[in-house]
Structures are given as structure tokens and as C-alpha cells.
């Protein structure tokens, strides 16, 4: 492997690294969506990049689906759910930016610490891309849990996606039947959080889930 | 090497249902489609028994062994009996006009494409094609505690999705990291996917990579377990969505998700070098008894009451196989088999109660004896047996459990059999107030079908009374195997 393989598939890996840190600070909802999509995009690239240096053409099948789907269909559908519901505005956080990033900081040391001991024999390239990989998944469980909105959430959760592709994508040889089962299942997910979307739009007039909380079963337990 | 396709009643487990999920999905009425949905569940379970006496098989994609052929009896049986029940409580909710025949035709097809995933799991040799399975069998209930629509459905719904999701994220990297743990023994492509090669030759796996793996997919596959700390989704479901779907839950799903864990353990326990999983295992089952023992107590609401029962007696299983050996894995099957036949009962006379007395209040439900005497006789054996109470095959295992932890683990077995008392005691406390002192509420009649019920608890009497020898041949066989 030529060390420009190497150093593009760090660039692209890295690249979606860093994305999910705008992601975590971004607290307008457009522009949340378009940071998402670019990561998608820059996936793509990355699963493309793979394709080649690891001459295995189907997972330029990855790269596409990556593409169409998440960096376009997605977000454009999603864009139109925000206009539709009238919600362009501030994002409420739990924390704030600092301590966010800090957070954000200590996991991407976590995922390197936890990786790196144990994937020596796996190749240098793959157990980097794991790290970054860990490190995206991370990112994205930390966004789920930093947000209040809705909308947000199912973004945390694709960005949590393009992490789980980004490891299936680097490790050598890793069959087909997964990837697509992947893709397919990330289909299904927005499926299903897109017709949640409606229904918690539909009853309780707002997409932030701490509405939610008002009718949790605990409380009413308590009559 | 096989193909799938030599495998007829393997091939027809999975297409009936699916085939059904089709024709569910277009078939506008819902008469029909509560006919269609008994009518496939039933075959599902004839053909799953074709493979009792059929030849164990394996491919690179599907496996039939000794370990998940019972579970597949098991499954579909249950999943059969519930359609049954589901006809019955079905009627009742459209009378009531709690669901509309739209919903019911979402609700039939979903049924039937969470059975269909459920054996996709079972018999998947590919761990890739497991996730898979487990995934959709999720998702799909995911959509049915959701489908009455009312704040607390949707919010259950919602929590249960964004910890469901979570959990399979975190077992899909798991699965990736197993599969790079195992690429260097076994090269690329399918096979280094394949269980049984996987188990083969994990000897040779790196033991670092594999643990961390298995730390990845505990977490992931216990969520859907229910364990304790990751079990903040299960009362919530449990109690919002449909009562045949909190059976299939708590009977059938919980148990696909442990036993796809228990597929990663006996990987693991192939290999010596690796992370010690029982004593994880041990700890978290434990945590999970105790914690759901006491939360027993505070219940107000009937379904949120077994559902954490559910968690208690996933947390004993957990328990027993995290202990390991012969005695002690039989008797965590033993138990995953009666707790999936108890526990769905109980839900099939909960969802009759809860209809007739019109809430789930347990407030609002008392002198059960008197007003409806056959649901309460129901649901009392049902009680007594999952509380650990002989004659019933429950009592069996548990008994098994605790006699085959205390040479070995005697201060952990302390702790299970307190954690066994304080459920005891909430459940009976409970029973008791549900079946007597003055009747409260409405007494109307109710069209119920009590055969499933009935049917459930006799076998669980009659295994805890006398189990056949070639059952425990079986179930020894499996112990040995898991390790």
C-alpha cells in the first residue's frame, strides 16, 4: 500500500472526525442538516477511496448509497420536514458548547485508547480507521443525548450511522451482505423516525421530546 | 459446503411469515387478515417442528443445531398461540374503537414480519445476517407499542427506538470487530462471518480484539435483553402497546436477544485467552434481579408490573449462564422456556383483565375471583408459577439454579435467592389484592379465548411435574455446549 493510499484514507476518515465535532456545536437546525450531509459526503468518498485500495469494487455500492441517500435524499426530506414545521430556529442544548467539545475531546481519546492496543494485527490502516470510526460513533451517541429536538436526535443517530460504515467499509473483505443489510436498515430506521416525527408533530405540536417527558408512564404511575 | 436451499423446512419457517407480512400488508380487510395471521402462524409452527426430526445443517448463512431448533419450537408455538389470543383481544379494541382496521392491517403485517425476522436470527449462521434479524424484529415492534397513538404509546415508542437503535449500533460495531478479530485466522469473505468456523477456530483469534468485541456486543445485545442499567425502554413498552405484543415481547424477543449473546459466548469460551464473560454476566444478571425485585413494589400500573418481572427473570437466565457449566446452563434454558410460556399467559389474562376493567391501574382491578373467576384462575396459576412456586416447571429451573450455585458461587447465590424471596413477595402481595376484597370497576362479561392461556400453563405445570427424557437429553446436550 502506497503511502498516498494511506495518507487519503487518513485525510477522509479524519475529515469525517472533524465534521462530527461541528456537528456537536451546531445549534441552528439547517445548518445541522447540511454539516450532516457533507459528513455523508465525505463518506462516500471514503468508502470510494476504500473501494480502490482494497480492489473491491462492491463497496463502491457503499459509496453510492452513502451518497444518494444520506447526503441527499435525507437531508433534502429532512430540510422539508423543518420548513414544514416551522422550525428554523435555536436548538436548545443540555450543555453548553465547552464542555460539549471537552466531552467530545475525551472520547476521541477513549476510542484511541481502547483500539489501538488491541488491533495490532489487524494493519495499520484498519485500526486507525477503527479509532476514527469508534471515535465518529462516540461523537454521534453524544450528540443524542446533548439534544432535546427531535429532528436533532435522528441526526445523531445517521452520524452515529456513517461511523458504523465507515468501520464495515475499512475492515478488509468484510462481506457485502452487511453493508447493504446496513444501508437498507438505515432506510427502514428513517422510516420509522420519520413517521415518529408526524406523530409527535401531530399531538403534541412540537418536536422537542422534552415534551414528551410530561407524559411519562412513571408519573401517571404515581396517581 | 450446503446451500440454504436444500434445506425445505428451514426455507419455509422464513417464507411463510414473510409471504404473510406481504399479503397482510395488501388485503384491506381485517377480518381476514386476523384469519391470515392465525392461519400462517399456524403452518410456521407445524414446519418448525418438521425440523426436530429433520437433519442438523449448516451453511454459510444458515445453521440448524441443537441450540436454536428448540428455540425455534419455542418461538413460533408462542408466536401461534399469541395470534390466537391477539384474534380475541383484537375484537375487543375495535369494538372499543381503541384501533381502527388501517392500524390493523399495519398491526398484522408487522406481526408477521417480526416472527419472519425472529427466525431469521434464530437460524442465521452469519452474525451479520443475526443483527439483521434482531434489528428487524425491533424495529417492527417498535411501530406496534406505538400504534395506539396516545402520548404515553408514542413516547414509549420513541424511547424504546432511540435505546433499540443505540443498543444495535453498539452490537453492529461489535460484530465488526469479531469479524476482524477473526479475518486473520480465517482469511475474507463469508466464512470468517460464519459462527460455527468462528467457534472452530477462535483458538487461534487474537484474545484482546475479541474481548473488546464482546464488551461491544454485551452492551448492544443486552439492551434488548432488558439488563439492568440498559433496561429504561421495557416497562415503557411493555405497558403502552398492545398486550399480545408485551407477550411476544417479554416471550419471544427478549430471548432472541439472549441467545444471540450467547451465541458471542460460546465463541468466547472457545477461546481460553479471552476476558472472562461469565463473571460480567454473572454481575450484570444479578444487578438486574435485585434492581427489578424491588422495583416490583412500586408498580401501580398491571402491565409495567410483569414487564418487570421480565427483567428479573432475564436477569436470573443471564445469571445462570454467566455461571456456566452443565447444571447450571440447563437450567438457564429450562428457564428461558418457562419463563417465555409463563410469562406470555400471563400477559394473554393481563390483556382480558385490562380490557374488561377497562384501565391498567392495579388500583382499579380487585376481587377478580368474584367478578371473573376463569381469568382469575388464569392468571393466579399463572402468578404462582412465574413466582417460583411448585409444581410449575419455573420453580424447577430456579431450584436447579440455586442448587448448583451455592457449591460454587455461594455468596452470589445468597444474593439470588434474596433477590428470588423479595419478587416472591411483591408478585403474591399483588395477586392477592387483584383476585380479592371488593370488587371494583366493571364486571361485564368478557369474550376471551382462554385456550392459549390454559394451554401455556399446562405445559409448564407438566414440565415442572415430569420433564421427558429425550428434553433433557436435549437440553444436556446444549448445556454441554454452551460451556
Not at chain 2, 73 to 84: C, D, E, M, N, P
Not at chain 2, 91 to 116: D, I, K, N, S, V
Request: charged letters at 10%; glycine letters at 8%.
Amino acid at each position: 500500500m502506497g503511502k498516498m493510499a494511506f495518507d487519503l484514507a487518513h485525510l477522509l476518515a479524519g475529515g469525517m472526525l472533524v465534521l462530527s465535532f461541528v456537528l456537536l456545536y451546531q445549534d441552528r437546525i439547517t445548518a445541522t442538516l447540511n454539516v450532516f450531509a457533507l459528513q455523508a459526503i465525505v463518506l462516500s468518498l471514503s468508502v470510494a477511496w476504500q473501494a480502490l485500495i482494497q480492489d473491491a469494487p462492491h463497496l463502491l455500492v457503499t459509496a453510492v448509497i452513502a451518497l444518494v441517500v444520506k447526503g441527499i435524499v435525507i437531508p433534502t426530506a429532512l430540510h422539508r420536514i423543518v420548513r414544514r414545521l416551522g422550525i428554523h430556529r435555536e436548538i436548545e442544548e443540555v450543555l453548553g458548547a465547552g464542555p460539549t467539545m471537552l466531552a467530545g475531546l475525551g472520547l476521541v481519546a477513549l476510542s484511541i485508547l481502547l483500539v489501538f492496543p488491541v488491533g495490532e494485527n489487524v494493519g495499520v490502516l484498519a485500526r486507525e480507521d477503527l479509532a476514527f470510526a469508534l471515535a465518529v460513533i462516540l461523537l454521534g451517541l453524544l450528540m443524542m443525548i446533548t439534544r432535546r429536538n427531535a429532528v436533532t436526535q435522528i441526526v445523531g443517530f445517521m452520524s452515529l450511522e456513517n461511523g458504523l460504515i465507515l468501520a464495515a467499509s475499512g475492515a478488509k473483505g468484510m462481506p457485502l451482505v452487511v453493508e447493504f443489510s446496513v444501508a437498507f436498515s438505515i432506510l427502514i430506521a428513517f422510516f420509522v423516525f420519520g413517521v415518529f416525527v408526524f406523530r409527535i408533530r401531530e399531538r403534541f405540536d412540537t418536536v422537542d421530546i422534552g415534551a414528551l417527558d410530561r407524559f411519562r408512564g412513571e408519573r401517571r404511575d404515581r396517581q | 459446503m450446503t446451500l440454504p436451499f436444500d434445506v425445505a423446512p428451514l426455507h419455509a419457517i422464513l417464507l411463510i411469515p414473510a409471504l404473510a407480512a406481504v399479503l397482510l400488508a395488501v388485503l384491506p380487510s381485517y377480518r381476514i387478515g386476523v384469519a391470515i395471521n392465525v392461519l400462517a402462524a399456524g403452518p410456521t409452527f407445524a414446519v418448525s417442528l418438521l425440523l426436530l426430526v429433520g437433519e442438523r445443517e449448516r451453511g454459510d448463512i444458515f445453521i440448524i443445531d441443537d441450540f436454536n431448533i428448540y428455540l425455534i419450537v419455542l418461538t413460533t408455538f408462542i408466536g401461534f398461540t399469541t395470534a390466537i389470543f391477539s384474534a380475541s383481544y383484537i375484537g375487543h379494541e375495535l369494538e372499543t374503537g381503541r384501533l381502527t382496521p388501517t392500524f390493523l392491517r399495519f398491526y398484522h403485517a408487522l406481526y408477521q414480519a417480526m416472527l419472519c425476522a425472529m427466525n431469521v436470527a434464530l437460524t442465521a449462521n452469519n452474525i451479520g445476517l443475526l443483527w439483521v434479524g434482531v434489528e428487524v424484529a425491533t424495529l417492527s415492534t417498535v411501530m406496534m407499542v406505538g400504534i395506539y397513538r396516545t402520548p404515553e404509546a408514542v413516547e414509549a415508542a420513541w424511547k424504546y427506538f432511540i435505546l433499540g437503535s443505540v443498543g444495535i449500533a453498539l452490537a453492529f460495531f461489535g460484530t465488526i470487530l469479531i469479524y476482524l478479530a477473526a479475518q486473520g485466522a480465517l482469511g475474507e469473505g463469508a466464512p470468517a462471518l460464519a459462527w460455527d468456523v468462528m467457534r472452530q477456530n477462535a483458538s487461534k483469534f487474537d484474545p484482546n480484539q475479541l474481548s473488546l468485541a464482546f464488551v461491544f456486543l454485551l452492551v448492544g445485545y443486552g439492551t434488548k435483553v432488558g439488563l439492568a442499567p440498559f433496561h429504561a425502554w421495557l416497562p415503557d413498552a411493555h405497558s403502552e402497546g398492545p398486550t399480545p405484543i408485551s407477550a411476544v415481547l417479554s416471550g419471544l424477543l427478549l430471548n432472541v436477544a439472549l441467545y444471540a449473546l450467547l451465541r458471542f459466548k460460546m465463541i468466547m469460551a472457545a477461546n481460553p485467552k479471552t476476558l472472562d464473560v461469565g463473571l460480567i454476566m454473572m454481575a450484570l444478571g444479578l444487578i438486574s434481579l435485585v434492581f427489578a425485585a424491588f422495583m416490583l413494589y412500586r408498580r401501580r400500573d398491571i402491565k409495567r408490573l410483569f414487564a418487570y418481572s421480565s427483567i428479573e427473570h432475564m436477569g436470573i437466565m443471564t445469571f445462570a449462564f454467566g455461571i456456566g457449566g452443565p447444571l447450571a446452563n440447563f437450567a438457564g434454558l429450562l428457564h428461558m422456556t418457562m419463563h417465555s410460556l409463563t410469562k406470555s399467559a400471563i400477559f394473554f389474562a393481563v390483556g382480558h383483565v385490562a380490557q374488561v376493567k377497562d384501565t391498567q391501574r392495579l388500583a382499579d382491578i380487585k376481587g377478580l375471583s368474584v367478578t371473573h373467576p376463569t381469568l382469575a384462575v388464569g392468571l393466579a396459576l399463572g402468578v404462582v408459577a412465574i413466582a417460583g412456586l411448585p409444581p410449575f416447571g419455573v420453580f424447577t429451573s430456579e431450584f436447579m439454579l440455586v442448587s448448583s450455585s451455592f457449591p460454587r458461587q455461594p455468596w452470589l447465590a445468597v444474593i439470588l435467592v434474596f433477590g428470588l424471596i423479595v419478587a416472591f413477595g411483591a408478585l403474591v402481595w399483588r395477586l392477592q389484592e387483584m383476585l380479592f376484597g371488593e370488587p371494583v370497576g366493571p364486571a361485564g362479561r368478557v369474550k376471551a379465548s382462554y385456550i392459549p392461556m390454559f394451554v401455556h400453563l399446562a405445559i409448564v405445570l407438566a414440565a415442572g411435574i415430569w420433564l421427558p427424557e429425550p428434553v433433557v437429553r436435549w437440553f444436556q446436550a446444549v448445556a454441554a455446549q454452551l460451556g
